[in-house]
């Protein structure tokens, strides 16, 4: 099974958690996420399949992790190479600002 359809699994569970996939020396967001993640960074968006990816060096996983937990937008970080398993998660519950953040970064968009 491929990375993307194992994303569009998981996404199916966490809907409203950025999900972020480490694979190597980087990390990478599929899709809604990618888009997100770019806002947040202006980190660059590439096309792979039929969705979006936005990656990130390992070791600005700090800085991103800082820019989530202060927007509290939920994430939720997998790796690849141990089958998938979570190695870290955060989850703000209500106060997740998972689609807020989403509808700004496409109304953004949509005036650029």
Known sequence: MSTINIVKTIKLIHKYDIVLIKSGKFYHAYGKDSYIISFLFKYQIRKIEDTT???FPLNSLNKVIAKLEEN???YIILDRRNSYD???KSDNKNLN?????????KMSKSFN
């Open 72 to 74: 509290k937008i939920n």
């Open 53 to 55: 990816t936005c990656g």
């Open 86 to 88: 979570i190695e870290q």
């Open 97 to 105: 600002n998972y689609e807020k953040i989403s509808l700004t970064q």
